[in-house]
């Protein structure tokens, strides 16, 4: 008697620790690499038990993309509700020497690569010059004292924008990004750029921030960022990417402004929801930040998934005899 034995092709294959820019750019997350697999393979049995995997794993990688963002909106949190009223060391330069130290000890542990933290420094000094004429024609005020400060301008407030770069370029590495129609870097530059000055020169001239939403629209309309989660890629527009993140901006900012940290005019009397319009803002000011993280990172091509070859039917001879 003689059985014959398929193996199905559609059925998960075990997960497999494979070499990503994550695992090249972070020895940490590379020493953990193998021992997930193991882990991760427990659930490719199904796709209910995969699925819910790699939802677990999204908010991982998500929480891991926001570990210096994150840390500093705990920081202001936690200063809020515990900072001594008369420490002999102000609330804000607290928060800027936190700052500092928390990344010295990511690029001391290798949880943060140089070229984030180049992102991050070329972020903060643009995102404290724009920190320094906003606050300086009234657009936003910083309540508390401080040392270290420019103007009206807390030096630990450039850290809340190079969170932001932090985030982009942790995102690229973790989720090792690709894209399909993505816009070549020299139009995106000129962009970045005419969003940047618009910030300074809407006060004193005309805004051009619809023309510069148009122009947005217009460049990464057709662009889709292909992300891997586990074991596949998966797509989404590029534009619906930034609002996304924007909206967490925005969120992030209200916290801010609910602990008092920075206040807007329409908060002087108490606390109110950050306008709408800001979220317009972020949107525009996440170009900047993505323009900067694509310059270190260049942008690659989805190549899309190899084709498998089809497997063979596998037979086995069974000995009736044994039967």
């Known amino acids: ?19 990503t820019p994550a695992h090249r750019g972070w020895p940490f997350v590379a020493h953990f690499a193998a021992a997930e697999a193991r882990f991760a393979a427990r ?25 210096f963002g994150g840390a500093m909106v705990g920081l202001i949190v936690a200063t809020h509700l515990w900072y001594p009223a008369g420490a002999p060391l102000a609330r804000y330069d607290a928060l800027f020497l936190a700052a500092l130290a928390l990344q010295a000890l990511l690029l ?50 450039g850290f809340m924008y190079a ?6 370029a942790r995102c690229w590495r973790l ?41 947005t629209v217009l460049l990464f309309a057709r662009t889709e960022v292909h992300y891997r989660v586990w074991r596949v890629h998966r797509r ?27 206040t807007y005019p329409h908060q002087a009397q108490g606390w109110m929801l950050v306008r709408l319009g800001k979220l317009g803002s972020w949107f525009l000011l996440l170009i900047v930040s993505y ?16 084709r498998r070859r089809a497997r063979p039917l596998q037979v086995r001879w069974v000995n009736s005899n044994a039967m």
């Open 175 to 215: 989720f090792d990004f690709r894209f399909t129609r993505h816009p070549k870097p020299w139009t995106i530059a000129p962009l970045a750029s005419a969003i940047y000055a618009n910030f300074y020169t809407h006060h004193r001239w005309v805004d051009l921030r619809i023309a510069l939403f148009a122009a």
């Open 291 to 306: 323009a900067l993280v694509a310059m270190v990172n260049r942008p690659r091509p989805y190549a899309g998934p190899r």
């Open 163 to 168: 969170a932001i770069g932090s985030y982009i």
């Open 108 to 157: 001391a542990t290798r949880m943060e690569t140089p070229a984030e933290a180049k992102v991050i420094l070329v972020y903060h000094v643009t995102g404290t010059a724009m920190e320094v004429f906003k606050t300086g024609v009234g657009s936003w005020t910083y309540p508390e004292a401080a040392i270290f400060r420019i103007g009206g301008v807390p030096l630990f407030s």
């Open 43 to 67: 659930f490719a049995r199904s796709r209910k038990r995969a699925f819910a995997y790699e939802f677990i794993r999204f908010g991982c990688k998500q929480a891991w993309a926001c570990l």
């Open 236 to 262: 989404m527009p590029l534009l619906l990417g930034f609002l996304l993140v924007a909206s967490f901006i925005w969120i992030a900012e209200n916290l801010g402004t609910l602990t008092r940290t920075w």
């Open 1 to 19: 008697m003689h059985t014959v034995r398929s193996i199905d092709p559609n059925r998960p294959s075990p997960a497999v620790a494979q070499a």
